[in-house]
């Protein structure tokens, strides 16, 4: 005896009823007449994020990944001016964001004014610039020859930068053009 004589498909009314297939689209075990979302195997129902999403909170902030945009990030739902995973937080204080601002933290560890992380000799209160001689060493030119004494070896001789044959202070020069520089020449 036919139980849905007026559907030619079918003969008993199956779960779905006389004008409805008993097919599951998704595979779940759901025939899609009682399936809420027949193309997504694991859900019945759409719940609060729809088919095809899952309903799950990965980072614990009480907020549906679908509705939060920073799914990892339990301190944030919104990536705010630093991105998902960094705070919008400002350490020192300045008005600019750590995740935007070049010297997120105050410390000047020689006292100089100058904070550290733009300091190029941050324990040199002497020194914010590296110069020719570096940190801890001042660019001083004794004689004002324009060398630096950290590169001239001879400090108090504007004449000369090295020794040479004669030293500091003494010309290496040849007056009588025998080949030997007149310090040494008798």
């Known amino acids: 005896s036919d139980g849905c004589p007026l559907t030619p498909l079918k003969i008993h009314s199956g779960v779905c009823g006389c004008n ?6 998704d595979g779940d075990g759901t025939p899609d007449c009682n399936d809420g979302c027949p193309a997504d195997p694991n859900k019945l129902k759409p719940g609060i994020c729809g088919c095809g999403w899952p309903d799950i909170d990965s980072d ?7 509705k939060d945009e920073c799914p990892t990030d339990s301190g ?7 991105g998902c995973n960094f705070p919008d937080i400002d350490s020192d204080h300045d008005g600019i964001l750590d995740c935007l601002d070049p010297c997120p933290d105050s410390l000047d560890s020689d006292s100089d004014g100058i904070q550290d992380c733009i300091d190029e000799c941050p324990h040199d209160p002497k020194k914010t610039k590296l110069g020719v001689c570096g940190c801890n060493v001042l660019d001083f030119d004794s004689d004002g020859d324009g060398t630096p004494d950290c590169n001239d070896f001879c400090t108090h001789d504007p004449s000369k930068m090295h ?6 202070n003494m010309t290496d020069s040849d007056t009588d053009g025998d080949g030997y520089a007149d310090c040494v020449d008798s």
């Open 76 to 82: 944030k739902v919104q990536p705010g001016e630093c």
């Open 163 to 168: 020794p040479g044959l004669c030293g500091c």
């Open 20 to 25: 409805s297939t008993d097919f599951d689209t």
């Open 60 to 66: 614990g902030d009480q907020v549906l990944n679908c």
